[in-house]
Structure formats: structure tokens, C-alpha cells
């Protein structure tokens, strides 16, 4: 049997560059790979309410925003399916059941819902949906059967999470779900790309994002005023370069074509890299050339995604046809989930 691959994001915001390159490059090339037995690409928005319960219209808008984002990065729904989480209501049966896994110590320990809660600033009073939703994405997961999913490292220890709900639900009820495994980018930098404020993490949260719809002055724009090592201050002091969100991008994003076409001074990135540390390589210089690879890689998916959003009837007509398709496959799941635990009286 083949890989069954689950993804999905939050639909708060449009999809950000943090995104591209922590897991949306990697699931268009397992897509075109054809290397899986089936994909399921979730719009969580029933995830999303967790934390913008008082805002369901951002949630509803966003979801637009996310499938063009999916679309104009080459996602294909003839290959994967990619549905709406709320449209499959057997998810949030099997995470009922799930609850009963989990202490909640244990989702008050996972290290990325603790990040979350302070960032929030939910304080004492965090909303008991928010504090589930690792328990939530374990039925996402399970629901498909995934055992593989590329994510960015944030969401590592929900995968963690989801494993042991699975190895607990299979020694009580016997062998039926199966135990996924992360997939993370293998370029380090794309692990967790940094907010352009140099904050730890881009985030449609933290509004230190470039999108992948922004026009190509904002992406300018953004790009010229990033943040870069604060002790570079003259151009012939020695920088740092490990801190420094715009060579972190440049990781991420430069190839040596890009060298060649826009700044020929240097053959690659280490040779970039090695000048900008010994001193003599101005901010400057290095922002008007991640400007010019950044131009390059994102020109084709804002001309696409400009394209697709002349039919958004269209868009929406895409993700009814996958939510149907999804909920078939989660309502099989959630029938031998019940018959494991001997909960089908009427069978
Ligand atoms: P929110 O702030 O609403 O949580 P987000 O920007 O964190 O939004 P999500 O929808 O939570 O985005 O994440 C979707 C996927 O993208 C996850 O796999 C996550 O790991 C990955 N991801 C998000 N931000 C980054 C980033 N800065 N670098 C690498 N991967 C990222
Ligand atoms: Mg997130």
C-alpha cells in the first residue's frame, strides 16, 4: 500500500511564504511525485473558530484566500482532494472519542499549545476548544488514514500528540488507526522561516508575513525594510548571517541561477555568505538581491492566482466536490473506529 498524505491550514489569513516553503513546496512535489496512494489537502476551519470563534466571517473569507493560495502553487485536485473540515462532521464524532485518550495535563504540556496559549494571551481563561485542538487534529489525521504529513516544525509535537492517542486507541480496542509520521522540509531554513521583523516565526498572526498574493510592491516594500543583524551597522563591519532573517530567506529561496542572473559578484550563497560575515557587504545589496529572487518565485503564483480568482464559484464548486469525497472516506474510518470499541448496537 501506498502513502496516504494529509495536510491542511488554518484559514486565518492568506498563505504566507513560511508556508511555501515549510510544507506547500514539499506537498506539490509529492503531488507531482505520484509517489502516494491518496492525498487530502484540509481548509481547517473548524480548527481556525478554535481561536476566531467571535469572527466567523475572517474564517469564511479566508477560505477563498487558501484554496486560490492551494491552486496557484500548482496543488491539482484531479490528484489531491482538498476539502473543508467542518463539512466533515465524522471528524469531530472521532474526536469525542479521542478526548477520552488524553489528560489534560498532557495537552496543557504540548509544548506548541503552550507557545500558543501565551501568544494568544488567553491568560486563565483559555476556550476548552482551543486547548482540544491537538485531540481535533489527531481525528483529522486518523480520519484519512495518513501516515505521512508534511508540516513545518511547529506541528511537530501534534504529530507526537497524535501518535500516542493512536497507540493508545489501538491497545484498548485493537489494531485500526494508523500511526502518522511528520514530514519536515530538508533544507533547514525552511524548518521555521522567521517573521521579516526577525521574530522566531512568520505568522499570519503576527503580521510579519509576505504573502503569496502580495503585489510585487509589497513584496518590495516588505523586503526593504526587513530586519537584519542589528550590529551590522557599516557596510565594512563583519554581520551575521545565521540570525539574519533575509539570508535565512536567501537559503531558502536563492539557487545559483539566481546568482547568475541577478548578482554575478558571487557564484552561490556561501560565497555571499562568507563576504557578508568578514565585513564589506552592505544591507543594502543583499535585500535588493533576495528583492530579485523573491520577484522571480512568486511572479507565477500571483499571475495564476489572479487568474483563478476571476471564478471563485468555481473555487468553491472544487471544494464541495472534495468535502464530498473526504466524508466518504472519513464516515468508513469512523464506522470501524465504532466497531472496534463496540459502540455499532444497531449492526
Ligand atoms: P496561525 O498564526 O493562524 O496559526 P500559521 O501562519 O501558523 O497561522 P498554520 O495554518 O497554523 O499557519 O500552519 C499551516 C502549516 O504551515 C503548518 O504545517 C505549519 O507548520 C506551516 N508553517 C506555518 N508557518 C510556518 C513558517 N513560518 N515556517 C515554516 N512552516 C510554517
Ligand atoms: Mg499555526
Redesign the pocket.
Given at each position: 500500500m501506498g502513502n496516504i498524505i494529509l495536510?491542511g491550514?488554518?484559514p486565518?489569513g492568506k498563505l504566507h511564504i513560511?508556508?511555501y516553503?515549510?510544507?506547500l513546496k514539499r506537498r506539490v512535489e509529492l503531488q507531482n511525485s505520484g509517489d502516494f496512494e491518496k492525498m487530502f489537502i484540509m481548509v481547517a476551519d473548524a480548527q481556525a473558530l478554535t481561536d476566531n470563534f467571535s469572527n466567523p466571517a475572517k474564517v469564511r473569507e479566508n477560505i477563498t484566500e487558501v484554496a486560490l493560495d492551494y491552486l496557484a502553487c500548482g496543488i491539482d485536485p484531479s490528484k489531491a482532494t482538498i476539502f473543508l473540515q467542518s463539512y466533515v462532521a465524522e471528524l469531530t464524532e472521532l474526536t469525542f472519542y479521542y478526548m477520552n485518550l488524553v489528560t489534560l495535563a498532557r495537552l496543557e504540556r504540548n509544548p506548541t499549545v503552550k507557545n500558543e496559549i501565551k501568544q494568544k494571551a488567553f491568560g486563565e481563561s483559555i476556550p476548552v476548544g482551543f486547548l482540544n485542538y491537538p485531540i481535533s487534529q489527531t481525528a483529522d489525521i486518523t480520519a484519512f488514514k495518513a501516515n505521512v504529513v508534511p508540516?513545518?516544525e511547529?506541528?511537530l509535537p501534534m504529530i507526537e500528540q497524535a501518535r500516542e492517542i493512536v497507540r493508545s486507541f489501538n491497545n484498548l480496542y485493537g489494531e485500526t488507526l494508523v500511526e502518522p509520521k511528520a514530514v519536515l522540509p530538508e533544507n533547514k531554513s525552511?524548518?521555521?522561516?522567521p517573521g521579516t521583523d526577525g521574530m522566531a516565526?512568520?505568522?499570519?498572526?503576527l503580521g510579519n508575513c509576505i504573502y503569496l498574493a502580495d503585489s510585487a510592491d509589497e513584496i518590495k516594500r516588505k523586503v526593504m525594510s526587513m530586519y537584519t543583524d542589528p550590529n551590522h551597522i557599516q557596510v565594512s563591519d563583519p554581520g551575521n548571517t545565521s540570525n539574519n532573517p533575509t539570508f535565512i530567506y536567501l537559503s531558502a529561496f536563492a539557487n545559483d541561477g539566481h546568482f547568475q542572473r541577478y548578482l554575478p559578484d558571487y557564484t552561490n550563497l556561501d560565497e555571499m555568505k562568507a563576504h557578508y560575515e568578514r565585513g564589506g557587504l552592505g544591507d543594502m545589496k543583499v535585500k535588493r538581491f533576495l528583492n530579485n529572487v523573491l520577484q522571480e518565485t512568486l511572479e507565477p503564483i500571483r499571475t495564476r492566482r489572479e487568474e483563478l480568482a476571476k471564478d471563485i464559484p468555481a473555487v468553491w464548486d472544487m471544494l464541495r466536490e472534495g468535502s464530498h469525497k473526504a466524508k466518504e472516506t472519513a464516515a468508513a474510518t469512523l464506522t470501524e473506529v465504532k466497531n472496534a470499541m463496540k459502540i455499532n448496537y444497531f449492526d
Open positions: 495536510t491550514d488554518r486565518t513560511g508556508h516553503v515549510g510544507s508540516v513545518g511547529d506541528q525552511c524548518l521555521r522561516l516565526k512568520m505568522s499570519k498572526s
